[in-house]
């Protein structure tokens, strides 16, 4: 496998329960996640006509007037619900970086299958199973985006049962870790840029994500997503029609011991003559359940047996990152 692109792996053949067929897949994910930390993902049975649905829909959304928008605004104490403006966040912030705000803006859900077990209401939940807020328009916002937040979730299961085979695990290793998963949706909206960007100011800034995975569906435009290759040099995304992006994040590079790459990534501005062409995304941030421990894998400890991280709980690993990147530092320069 070249290591100067991003992979297009097939994942319908791990479906069939056939052993081999599983294990085939499970080494091309491995070789992927070991070189670049990205793979475009095809044969993953979510439906084209939901992910063209949700698409309108937010698009419909972020279309409307930024009065509407700011009626569910998104506070510091819940940063993953609700309405984010242009200028409201800063990703290259979560790796300490100095950095304008980045010129896109989003709505983000959370979990929506949430029962009375305390397991969903105590005090270490609450940042968590916070009840999304929805707008009033368009009518059709929440039932899309839950229907597509499901299949997300069901993706994710799959895709982690092949990460389990990838590493020399069963396939249910990761099961009771992410029963009750606390995975974020977020649909993002990069802007027509009416005005030349500031030096140094992107529409996403660099950065690699918090949890286990990332599926992202994106359009294929002009300003889009760049992953890093290991040399260095920055490597334009073009997703195969039909496809989503797949990328694992800090805690899945930790969970193996740095076996695999959480790499860097961004989503670069257009070029001038395309500045008129606004963009959409579409992520699922998959996450454990907020009480799970991260500990080296043990197929993962290497020939010396020693793990690089010492065990941690979720919770606490995803909130610093998080809190970095959405409370940015004063003193940026506008």
Request: charged share 20%; glycine share 8%; hydrophobic share 40%.
């Amino acid at each position: 496998m070249h290591d100067n692109r991003v992979p297009v792996i097939d994942i319908a053949p791990f479906f069939s329960g056939n052993e081999s067929s599983k294990r085939i897949i499970g080494r091309q994910v491995d070789a992927a996640l070991r070189t670049i930390g990205f793979m475009t993902i095809v044969g993953h049975g979510v439906p084209g006509a939901l992910i063209q649905r949700a698409r309108s829909a937010a698009l419909e959304f972020f279309n409307g007037s930024l009065a509407e928008k700011m009626q569910i605004a998104r506070t510091p104490e819940q940063p993953s619900r609700g309405y984010s403006w242009v200028g409201n966040r800063s990703l290259a912030y979560s790796l300490g970086q100095h950095a304008r705000p980045d010129l896109q803006e989003g709505f983000a859900m959370g979990p929506i299958d949430v029962s009375d077990d305390t397991y969903y209401h105590g005090a270490d939940a609450a940042r968590f199973f916070a009840p999304n807020l929805w707008p009033k328009r368009p009518a059709a916002l929440r039932e899309v985006l839950e229907a597509y937040y499901r299949a997300m979730a069901r993706l994710a299961t799959t895709l982690m049962q092949i990460f389990a085979v990838g590493l020399d695990l069963p396939d249910a290793y990761f099961a009771d870790k992410i029963d009750r998963h606390t995975s974020v949706l977020r649909a993002i909206h990069y802007p027509v840029q009416a005005e030349t960007p500031k030096p140094g100011q992107l529409r996403a800034g660099a950065h690699t994500d918090y949890g286990t995975l990332t599926i992202l569906y994106g359009d294929d435009t002009p300003g889009g997503l760049q992953v890093r290759h290991r040399h260095g040099d920055w490597l334009d995304v073009h997703p195969t029609p039909g496809s989503l992006v797949c990328n694992i994040g800090d805690l899945m590079a930790r969970w193996t011991n740095d076996r695999w790459v959480s790499n860097l990534h961004r989503v670069v501005n257009p070029p001038r003559d395309d500045a008129d062409r606004d963009r959409l995304s579409i992520a699922f941030f998959h996450n454990t359940n907020h009480n799970a421990e991260i500990r080296c894998i043990t197929s993962c400890l290497g020939p010396h047996g020693i793990a690089k991280y010492p065990p941690v709980r979720f919770s606490d690993h995803y909130l610093g990152k998080l809190m970095k990147a959405e409370h940015m530092r004063l003193d940026v320069k506008s």
